[in-house]
């Protein structure tokens, strides 16, 4: 017989072997009345899970949604200080679910069936840590421990180069219950150089236009710290008016002393849009 990992050989494999249930628990067994046999039997200090393996039984997976850490609490918080809670998340979650803030507690509440912790608590188990986390109302454990406060930043935005900043904290409330409260807050991130250009298209002489964009990129200084850019529309007059109407511009100059003459210039639209046709007329005024 080849036997698995944790687990070793024996002529007499007892029939009700330690599991989960009967280390933790207590539950009665029910199978005294049947003979010993040949078989696998769990090494010492291992119990077998529902998966009918052998772990430790620190690893069993009924433990998997109790709020308690399944490793010391000094080394809990030591791993915390170190930032393990944040980059290995799924593995602090088995190892110390409490201390890394992955569950929402009831201060002073049973989390097994009172039935349980009453058995706990008759078989005197209730001086260990696990029970009296997970018994805290039959063992006497009057003071609550919710989970730490916890800080979640989310990614750089691309768009507008700002983060998500959650705090979120857990204040012991009525009735045995863990009041959850979050502040989200925003911080920039990034570079938002300041932009304010303006660019116009060649002008539309028929119309009399000159139309283009301006460009304005900024960062809000309160709220969302967002780094905004916006596009407006623009218009600017050209120099001559739109087709079918004309510009006169007058002036009146003195040439060589002598005469006194004025300009007059007229500017109209050209036939294909694109330029400005400008005509100038000097007409001598008075000879001095």
Aim: net charge positive; hydrophobic share 25%; with cysteine.
């Amino acid at each position: 017989i080849k036997c698995g990992p944790n687990e070793h050989f024996t002529s007499r494999a007892s029939p009700c072997p330690a599991t989960c249930g009967s280390h933790f628990f207590g539950t009665p067994k029910k199978c005294f009345h049947l003979p010993s046999a040949e078989g696998c039997r769990c090494k010492r200090g291992f119990v077998l899970d529902s998966s009918n393996r052998c772990v430790p039984p620190k690893e069993c997976e009924c433990l998997n949604k109790l709020c308690l850490d399944r490793m010391p609490r000094k080394k809990c918080l030591k791993w915390r200080a170190r930032g393990r809670c944040k980059r290995y998340p799924e593995v602090m979650a088995r190892f110390c679910r409490l201390t890394c803030g992955h569950c929402e507690t009831r201060c002073g509440e049973n989390q097994f069936s009172d039935k349980l912790c009453k058995n706990i608590l008759r078989q005197g188990k209730c001086s260990k840590p696990l029970y009296k986390a997970v018994c805290a109302a039959t063992c006497g454990r009057n003071k609550c421990r919710c989970p730490n406060k916890r800080r979640i930043e989310s990614k750089c935005s691309t768009r507008y180069k700002n983060r998500i900043i959650k705090s979120i904290r857990y204040l012991p409330g009525p009735h045995g219950k863990c009041i959850k409260s979050t502040v989200v807050r925003y911080e920039p991130c990034g570079a938002c150089p300041s932009i304010a250009k303006t660019k116009l298209q060649p002008c539309n002489y028929c119309k009399g236009v000159r139309t283009g964009k301006r460009t304005v990129q900024y960062r809000e200084t309160h709220g969302k710290h967002r780094c905004l850019r916006r596009v407006t529309r623009v218009s600017k007059k050209c120099p001559c008016p739109p087709s079918g109407q004309l510009k006169v511009v007058s002036s009146s100059k003195c040439v060589k002393h002598t005469e006194l003459v004025r300009v007059t210039k007229v500017f109209k639209a050209a036939e294909k849009c694109t330029k400005c046709k400008r005509i100038t007329r000097r007409q001598v005024v008075k000879k001095i």
